[in-house]
């Protein structure tokens, strides 16, 4: 029986170049792919595949929190974490949510079918390309980051928000009301003590919740 791979990207070039990759393994397969993070978590549900490639920048819902609902659902499925960002929280963020695998997007083609295969055997992949640097950092306590203060659900709607939703837009997107989603906001604005929608979007561009 093939191991099934679900991947999820918002560009079409990628998602097809990895399948390709993917598919040069005879015993795996592409069983779907997903354009953003919602989608995925919906495909991952009806699909169940064994491994779920993620890139971090997606729209609606980025990979850690696709990953964090993936894994409430699927908790024995494996997600390999592809992102731009050589970055100790972001590395940190993945791990915490669950994830096991940690690839570069420079380092892509080279890796991804080294950490499928490592995640097939349930074992953590980070990518070599990681500096040593960013792993030792990684190892010793991380300076609390504002954006920890958020629920899961709080931070969906910070991205949300941040990607120009509207109350109505998210609420839709959610399937909850516009007067949960009014209190929600209104209870981020509180928290991270930010006055504007102007101000929650540098929030979230600054803890790369969304991509400026």
């Not at 990895?18 to 495909?43: N, Y």
């Not at 929280?89 to 096991?100: H, I, K, Q, T, Y």
């Amino acid at each position: 029986m093939k191991r099934k791979i679900l991947v999820g990207d918002d560009h079409e070039i990628v998602r097809h170049g990895l399948r390709r990759l993917i598919e040069t393994q005879t015993d795996w397969e592409v069983c779907g792919e997903a354009a953003s993070g919602r989608e995925a978590v919906e495909k991952a549900q009806q699909l169940q595949p064994d491994v779920v490639v993620l890139d971090f920048s997606m729209p609606e819902l980025n990979g850690v929190e696709a990953a964090r609902q993936i894994l409430k659902i699927l908790p024995r499925t494996e997600i390999v974490m592809l992102t731009i960002h050589n970055s100790e929280r972001l590395l940190r963020e993945a791990l915490d949510a669950g994830v096991r695998g940690y690839v570069l997007k420079s380092d892509a083609m080279s890796d991804v079918v080294s950490a499928i295969r490592s995640l097939l055997q349930h074992r953590t992949y980070l990518s070599p390309g990681l500096s040593g640097t960013l792993v030792s950092g990684f190892m010793h306590a991380s300076a609390p980051q504002p954006s920890d203060r958020l629920t899961p659900r709080e931070r969906e709607i910070v991205q949300l928000l941040a990607e120009g939703k509207s109350n109505k837009e998210v609420a839709e997107c959610l399937n909850i009301s516009v007067k949960t989603v009014e209190v929600h906001r209104a209870h981020i604005m509180h928290k991270l003590n930010l006055a504007s929608l102007s101000d929650l979007v540098h929030f979230a561009i600054r803890n790369k919740i969304v991509e400026a």
